[in-house]
């Protein structure tokens, strides 16, 4: 599920950027302002989402690992 929320956000940036490039004459100063908040808050909920999705295969590993031991 993280990772389809990171593939999202990956992919909805993807897609604004072209956008974004295409209409810039038309761009209103808020619309622009908006545009460089969502590139800047992008990456930092991908790093955030990857983060969380490596902990808990981390944690996945380790509770596979005491079951394991546990039926042994």
Not at 4 to 33: D, G, W, Y
Not at 42 to 67: G, R
């Amino acid at each position: 599920m993280m990772a389809m929320h990171i593939a999202n956000h990956s992919h909805k940036q993807q897609h604004q950027q072209p956008c974004f490039q295409l209409n810039q004459i038309n761009v209103t100063k808020q619309h622009e302002r908006d545009y460089l908040v969502y590139c800047d808050d992008v990456p930092l909920k991908i790093n955030t989402l990857q983060s969380l999705l490596n902990c808990y295969k981390l944690k996945a590993t380790e509770k596979y690992e005491d079951v394991e031991k546990k039926l042994k």
